[in-house]
């Protein structure tokens, strides 16, 4: 019936759809026929031209009439293309680092610093850094520089001065998730330097200067207590017995005898004066 036909025409038009979509189409079977026989009979010509060689550490995007084909890389190793209908496109996967160069940020606490750092990446999918975006290494440079103002933004300067190691971590898994549909893996994030305004590195110079002196001065307080609670201890301890007064005599003498001295004043008990005196 009429229901019936139009359905199957439905169908036959999605399919038709499908194929265009999916497949190269009538014409550009045609091509790649074409090109098949002209390789075929210029077969000593055209094999330097249509055998290609990735090393380890590359894959290859091949496009046939601009379309990738078997939507997976080629390599390593030997591969074949066609001389008329497929174009290709080498992927270095190793790791590749670059320096972020150094930005002026205003802190939450509204402080100017400059911070630079430096970013380590991989390609983990060769197709989709070639087919979703133009140039993946350098968008990845310029994401790492809005990134790195964006994460430091909401640090004030002694969480940036204290915590390097999460702002990586924050960063990197920023970047990570953003460049995630490049196909790109962030593996490494790091601060290099924070430079400060010279009149705040005065400013904290003189604040440290300061907290040093004052512990300075309350260890000194601390060691001269110490110091004459033991004197005190050592004085009660000699009154109790006057022999003990004689032997640290004896033992003051002995210890300025052995530094060579020609003159050498010895004190006088006070027990010998008071004899005297009376």
């Known amino acids: 019936d009429s229901n019936?036909?139009?359905?199957?025409?439905?169908?036959?038009?999605?399919?038709?759809?499908?194929?265009?979509?999916?497949?190269?189409?009538?014409?550009?079977?045609?091509?790649?026929?074409?090109?098949?026989?002209?390789?075929?009979?210029?077969?000593?010509?055209?094999?330097?031209?249509?055998?290609?060689?990735?090393?380890?550490?590359?894959?290859?995007?091949?496009?046939?009439?601009?379309?990738?084909?078997?939507?997976?890389?080629?390599?390593?190793?030997?591969?074949?293309?066609?001389?008329?209908?497929?174009?290709?496109?080498?992927?270095?996967?190793?790791?590749?680092?670059?320096?972020?160069?150094?930005?002026?940020?205003?802190?939450?606490?509204?402080?100017?610093v400059s911070v630079d750092g430096v970013v380590y990446f991989c390609i983990q999918c060769p197709i989709s850094s070639v087919a979703n975006v133009s140039n993946a290494h350098s968008s990845t440079r310029l994401l790492a520089q809005t990134t790195l103002r964006n994460v430091l933004g909401t640090k004030n300067l002694a969480e940036l001065l204290s915590d390097r190691e999460g702002i990586s971590h924050s960063m990197q898994e920023s970047l990570d998730v953003a460049t995630n549909p490049w196909g790109i893996k962030v593996e490494r994030v790091e601060i290099k330097d924070v430079k400060l305004p010279q009149q705040l590195q005065r400013a904290m110079a003189a604040e440290a200067e300061a907290s040093r002196e004052a512990r300075a001065k309350i260890i000194s307080a601390e060691g001269e207590m110490n110091a004459s609670r033991a004197l005190k201890e050592a004085s009660l301890i000699i009154s109790e017995s006057p022999s003990a007064l004689q032997l640290r005599y004896l033992q003051t003498l002995h210890t300025i005898a052995a530094e060579k001295n020609s003159t050498i004043i010895f004190p006088m008990p006070m027990d010998i004066l008071q004899n005297f005196m009376k």
């Not at 014409?27 to 010509?45: K, N």
């Not at 046939?64 to 066609?82: A, E, H, S, W």
């Open 4 to 112: 019936t036909g139009t359905l199957d025409l439905t169908r036959t038009r999605q399919s038709w759809h499908d194929y265009n979509s999916n497949g190269l189409g009538c014409f550009g079977w045609l091509l790649v026929l074409i090109s098949l026989l002209f390789v075929t009979a210029t077969l000593p010509l055209t094999i330097f031209m249509c055998v290609k060689i990735v090393k380890e550490y590359e894959r290859a995007v091949i496009f046939r009439l601009g379309r990738i084909t078997d939507r997976k890389p080629k390599g390593p190793g030997l591969f074949f293309v066609l001389p008329c209908t497929d174009t290709f496109v080498k992927v270095d996967l190793r790791t590749v680092s670059f320096d972020i160069p150094p930005q002026e940020i205003l802190t939450r606490d509204s402080v100017t």
